[in-house]
């Protein structure tokens, strides 16, 4: 598994990852990178470990850099890997 922590070393500024646009998720307690595939799309996402993904749930959208509610029962969700 993935955390922000391991994300934070190996990003770049302007990429998605940048740790100074995830700050605001982290501080709040969304520390868990997973990726959520739906299929024709998927969502790189930080959540709340622990964060149940059989329900509606909130997430930071780390590619569109905003907090989103995402229905889990659409997708296949898998923690990231690190780099």
């Known amino acids: 598994?993935?955390?922000?922590?391991?994300?934070?070393?190996?990003?770049s500024p302007g990429t998605v990852?940048?740790?100074?646009?995830?700050?605001?998720?982290?501080?709040a307690g969304f520390t868990q990178e997973v990726i959520?595939?739906?299929?024709?799309?998927s969502l790189a996402?930080?959540?709340k470990p622990g964060t149940d993904f059989d329900t509606r749930?909130?997430?930071w959208d780390r590619d569109e850099q905003e907090f989103i509610r995402v229905n889990?029962?659409?997708f296949t969700i898998e923690a990231a890997e690190c780099p």
Do not use: T
């Not at 959520?36 to 799309?41: S, T």
């Open 17 to 27: 990852g940048n740790s100074m646009s995830d700050n605001v998720a982290v501080l």
């Open 57 to 59: 749930f909130k997430a």
């Open 72 to 74: 889990g029962w659409l």
């Open 1 to 11: 598994m993935c955390c922000i922590a391991d994300i934070r070393a190996s990003s």
């Open 45 to 47: 996402l930080l959540v």
């Open 36 to 41: 959520a595939d739906g299929g024709e799309y």
